[in-house]
């Protein structure tokens, strides 16, 4: 019968104990799995924001710019003084010192027609200097871009400038000021430039609070790759990308949340131990009256109660047409025993048969 007791110790830890268990690490799981999704929401949510005003940053310096050459641009003076009869001296005083001190723009250009420089002033020096040696390759593509669109159209975007920098600019067509003015456009334009360089990096870090705000020159610079902005090329590829050392709120979540997350995992695994012991006991004292209901106590083997029920279990595991043969075995002269040896001699055989009959027997 204890083949039988062990089954049955067998089958309620299957279904009872081994679910019970998996409740309670699925619960942990969800509960662990729960605070740290809460957390990684949090910190996604603050780098997304702080994407927002990054974006913002870099959008007010090209914007500034947009909005001080199209104001420059909108003066007929200016396009007298560039395209109609060229006067240096006006274009100094009156576009480069007044938009470098209003603006200031390191880098100004006026363009003709076709794109060259008839006047420039970079690092406050008033000449001819040609804008392609001051601004990369990729300016010559947003001039292009500037060319399609509809007249008197202002564009402003970034480029890279040098190995660790980028420079805002403005494109704004000279034009008249009154809008009845019919005048062809001469396709005359203004160039603001402003360079974005570390300290103006530093700057925007402070104004929006974006923790060492940097251009990025090589992917080691990421620190997470949520935290990164793109300013696209004329081609639409992102040459420039802007990266900052985020906040992680999540992170400060996880350092409040964690010590109470260890307390409660403790606490779930004491309480699922006591249960755990208690199960095992109840298993245990159920194992033991089976044993003691269906086994004999003197030689462990099955009682009457216990032949019955083992006989009726095979009974129901055989197949049609099979059967099952049950063994009948008796001592010969084992009356005499107990008539001249006494009872406990009698006890005795008995057991040492018992013990002979298990192994013989599955």
């Not at 679910?19 to 740290?36: I, K």
Request: include cysteine.
């Amino acid at each position: 019968m204890k083949l039988m007791s062990a089954e049955a110790s067998r089958a309620f830890t299957r279904k009872v104990i081994l679910p019970l268990a998996a409740l309670v690490a699925a619960l942990l799981v969800c509960a662990v799995g729960g605070v740290f999704l809460i957390a990684e929401y949090q910190t996604d949510v603050a780098i997304r924001q702080e994407a927002t005003l990054a974006r913002s940053a870099l959008t007010m310096l090209s914007d500034r710019l947009k909005a001080g050459a199209t104001d420059y641009g909108r003066w007929d003076e200016a396009l007298a003084a560039a395209a109609d009869k060229f006067d240096f001296h006006w274009l100094s005083k009156n576009i480069g010192e007044a938009g470098e001190t209003s603006f200031g723009a390191e880098a100004l250009f006026v363009l003709d027609a076709d794109g060259h420089t008839v006047y420039s002033r970079v690092d406050s020096t008033d000449g001819k200097v040609p804008i392609e040696t001051v601004l990369p390759p990729e300016f010559k593509g947003w001039y292009q871009k500037w060319r399609t669109t509809p007249a008197y159209t202002t564009l402003a975007n970034i480029v890279p400038f040098g190995d660790s920098s980028a420079a805002a600019f403005a494109i704004a067509p000279l034009r008249p000021f009154e809008e009845s003015d019919k005048r062809p456009p001469t396709w005359y334009s203004l160039v603001f430039v402003d360079v974005i360089d570390k300290p103006a990096l530093e700057k925007l870090q402070t104004d929006f609070h974006l923790a060492n705000f940097r251009l990025i020159t090589k992917q080691t610079d990421i620190g997470d790759k949520r935290a990164v902005i793109r300013a696209l090329s004329a081609d639409g590829t992102d040459r420039l990308q802007f990266t900052w050392d985020p906040k992680r709120p999540g992170d400060e979540l996880l350092k409040v949340a964690i010590p109470f997350l260890m307390m409660f995992v403790v606490v779930m695994g004491a309480l699922g131990a006591v249960l755990l012991r208690y199960v095992v006991v109840s298993v245990q004292i159920i194992t033991d009256r089976e044993q003691r209901a269906f086994s004999d106590p003197l030689t462990a083997l099955a009682n009457r109660a216990g032949f019955t029920a083992l006989l009726d279990k095979a009974l129901r595991r055989i197949a049609p047409g099979q059967g099952v043969t049950v063994m009948y075995i008796d001592l010969d002269g084992f009356k005499h025993v107990n008539d001249t040896l006494g009872h406990a001699a009698g006890d005795e055989l008995l057991a040492i048969a018992a013990s002979r009959f298990k192994t013989c027997l599955r």
